[in-house]
């Protein structure tokens, strides 16, 4: 049997983190989505389905699985919808023909070989339409993602369920004398060549700190559980509150909670990150800090598609696609959305809840930047000095997204 993890058609919702990745591909806890879906299924050859402009790059991330391929439906399969966050998902790979579904959205389906073969299509979706009209249906309860700020509200106990299902716990690097655990020294993991220096608290009264492999804290940091933290980042004196997940090869500092940053990026200096979700390769300049909340303790909008949105929610901070940079002192509102790439230059109040991607804020207006390639060229200096190189995969994504996003006036 096959496992087969595919994206639907509310990408535009996770804006601007899909950009550049496809849904499955986000972070929630201290793994990804899909990542949490391998390990509920760990023996299964598994293919991926999305978007199509998405594909090389996220092949070039998995690479030798199969990525939208329709040959490689040629066995009994399990299809999983992307957006599932598996936590507490009771999905079975073994069991009868069936659908399970949310409404209108499908969740799962287990599809024998010969039902696929009588489904045969030109296109993954079209493939999912006619099971959709010979498998029958069962309304089922998980945690389906509909909105970005869903996975930074989902985020403590995606971390908790993480913690609990490491394959081994314990203190495997080095921990300074000087060095607290304050709380339950059961939950806490620090992976090996990481190295806790001396006036460092870690707390785990709220709950379970996952520290990865080759992890630096320096002196004066606090971290309050439930949290974790990638390997290869570093903590320079920082106050890591509840709820945040630090990706692989961070540099962080100041004030951070309940935020994700996805990996790569920096937030060195003093500021406040809160409620907000930042992509890979975003440099925060110092002092940078977001609103996670309204002065009239109101729900937060969010630009999506182009019109404000109610979130629902009092607390929900910003949202930073890849590549993108701030100058020091930078303001942002709550619930604000920045494309890919773009450049930050502080005017002394608020910025625009939305900016485009590959837009400059400049002056307190958003304008055009450098053209494209210089700005591309831009990326690959960042890149190479933490010895990565930005593929040709992920050049043309950029150019991709470049074309597609509407022009300044």
């Not at 939305?354 to 930047?369: D, E, R, T």
Request: glycine letters at 10%; a neutral charge.
């Amino acid at each position: 049997m096959k496992l087969c993890i595919f994206e639907d058609n509310t990408f535009e919702n996770f804006y601007p983190i899909t950009l550049t990745r496809p849904i499955f591909d986000l972070r929630c806890g201290h793994t990804l989505l899909y990542e949490k879906i391998l390990r509920a299924f760990p023996d299964m050859e598994t293919c991926f389905f999305l978007r199509d402009w998405i594909a090389p790059t996220f092949e070039k991330r998995v690479a030798g699985e199969s990525v939208n391929d329709l040959s490689a439906l040629n066995d009994d399969v399990l299809i999983i919808n992307g957006r599932t966050l598996f936590i507490d998902a009771n999905i079975q790979a073994e069991g009868e023909e069936e659908i399970g579904v949310m409404g209108n959205t499908l969740v799962y389906a287990r599809v024998k070989k010969q039902t696929l073969e009588k489904c045969r299509a030109d296109s993954f979706e079209a493939v999912l339409e006619k099971i959709k009209q010979v498998l029958s249906k069962k309304e089922v309860s998980v945690t389906l993602l509909n909105y970005l700020w869903e996975l930074v509200h989902n985020n403590r106990k995606a971390i908790e369920d993480d913690f609990n299902k490491l394959p081994q716990k314990g203190i495997f690097g080095n921990m300074a004398k000087g060095a607290i655990i304050y709380g339950d020294r059961s939950k806490i993991h620090i992976g090996k060549g990481s190295e806790i220096q001396p006036h460092t608290i870690i707390e785990t009264a709220g709950g379970p700190v996952i520290i990865d492999e080759d992890v630096t804290v320096t002196p004066f940091t606090r971290i309050e559980g439930p949290c974790s933290i990638g390997n290869g980042s570093i903590l320079f004196g920082t106050k890591l509150r509840e709820g945040s997940s630090i990706g692989p090869v961070c540099r962080v500092g100041g004030e951070i909670e309940e935020s994700i940053i996805h990996g790569y990026s920096n937030k060195y200096h003093d500021g406040f990150l809160g409620h907000a979700y930042i992509g890979e390769w975003v440099n925060l300049g110092a002092l940078t800090t977001n609103s996670d909340l309204k002065n009239d303790y109101g729900s937060v909008q969010v630009y999506i598609k182009g019109q404000l949105f109610d979130t629902s929610f009092t607390k929900v901070g910003c949202f930073i696609g890849d590549y993108t940079k701030t100058s020091i002192g930078t303001l942002l509102n709550t619930g604000t959305s920045i494309g890919v790439l773009c450049m930050l230059v502080a005017s002394g109040g608020l910025l625009p809840k939305y900016i485009p991607s590959f837009a400059w804020y400049y002056k307190g207006k958003i304008v055009h930047g450098y053209d494209a390639e210089t700005m591309i060229s831009t990326v690959k200096t960042s890149m190479n000095r933490r010895k990565k190189e930005l593929t040709e995969e992920d050049i043309a994504l950029l150019r991709h997204i470049k074309k597609t996003t509407p022009s300044l006036p």
